[in-house]
């Protein structure tokens, strides 16, 4: 990829299942729709993450969804945001997505994330025989780049699809071990701000301070996370905030984090420390009316010059997520 000149606006996706879903396939229908709305506003990407052993999130199989949500949609790009590398091996990825970007051609993104996206147990049951490592993280990602780029002489394995496939490799990160990684590679740089925003200016300047050109970028590029709710008043937004603040408390909790409907208050529902947690988890999160969600942008964008931002909007009512949408992208620059 080369650095675009205009800020680019993208959508990361949970694929959420509502209390009342019958199964997971209303969370994956509802996360095409979404998919093939954003591509309509003329969204930059559309990614989808790994996460395992989570009765609310249907995202895991990560591929295959996004091969479901590549093949319902024209223009925007598919990926992951991301694949958790220490779950797999490299060789798989390679061919995983070398296949996407042979059906979808230009289309494809793999984000790549050193966490296993789950707890030690599921981890290991992803794992089996590997190790999987986080400390495996840099070599994987080399390995990766080789398997997706031209066969070298002497190269004995090789993926196929994959090969000369040059699949566009993104580090995500939420703290300075992928920044520092992603600027040593000349890779583009995606920071966790959704949801661990405490080390974001730290790593965007070390990532920004060390950054090496490559064949692939020629300058730092830099996307942020962020959580929003956008409706046509601020005190609309707040209220449909509720459904994520009450996903955010069951987190904490180690609970159930299917969607609930929105409340009119969270009083009852949670502590001050609790509430304390929830807001320092949400901390970049812009919720409001367009007037108010521009200005915090305005600000953001000042503070941290990000060439691009995705956002992530889990609301329960699908109608109130697609409205959200609309209202960002008429904020877009």
């Not at 998919?35 to 990560?62: C, K, P, Y």
């Not at 987190?251 to 409907?261: E, T, V």
């Amino acid at each position: 990829m080369r650095n675009q000149q205009k800020l680019a606006f993208s959508v990361l996706d949970l694929a959420s299942r509502k209390d009342i879903d019958q199964g997971p396939a209303p969370a994956l229908q509802r996360s095409l729709a979404l998919a093939q709305h954003v591509d309509s506003l003329g969204f930059t990407r559309f990614w989808v993450a790994e996460h395992h052993n989570m009765d609310a999130i249907v995202s895991s199989a990560t591929a295959v969804l996004i091969g479901y949500l590549a093949a319902g949609t024209q223009r925007i790009r598919i990926g992951a945001g991301g694949v958790m590398l220490p779950n797999h091996s490299p060789l798989v990825i390679a061919e995983q997505f070398g296949t996407l970007e042979a059906l979808y051609p230009g289309r494809i993104d793999l984000g790549l994330g050193r966490a296993p996206g789950t707890d030690p147990v599921t981890a290991r049951a992803l794992r089996k025989e590997r190790s999987g490592s986080a400390d495996d993280f840099p070599a994987d990602v080399t390995e990766l780049q080789k398997l997706l780029g031209p066969r070298a002489v002497g190269q004995q394995v090789i993926a196929m699809p994959g090969v000369d496939s040059h699949v566009p490799i993104w580090l995500l990160g939420s703290s300075l071990f992928s920044a520092q990684l992603a600027a040593e590679k000349g890779l583009p740089y995606s920071f966790a701000s959704h949801f661990a925003p405490r080390m974001m200016m730290q790593a965007i300047e070390l990532y920004r301070r060390y950054f090496k050109p490559s064949s692939v970028l020629d300058k730092p590029y830099v996307m942020l996370g962020i959580p929003f709710v956008a409706a046509d008043t601020d005190a609309q937004a707040e209220f449909l905030a509720t459904t994520t603040y009450q996903r955010i408390l069951a987190l904490i909790r180690g609970q159930s984090m299917l969607m609930h409907p929105p409340v009119e208050s969270m009083h009852g529902l949670w502590q001050p420390h609790e509430a304390q947690t929830v807001n320092e988890f949400l901390s970049m999160a812009m919720i409001g009316s367009a007037a108010t969600i521009a200005q915090k942008m305005q600000m953001l964008l000042q503070y941290t010059q990000a060439d691009e931002l995705i956002f992530t909007c889990d609301l329960y009512e699908h109608a109130d997520r697609l409205r959200s949408f609309d209202i960002l992208a008429g904020l877009q620059p």
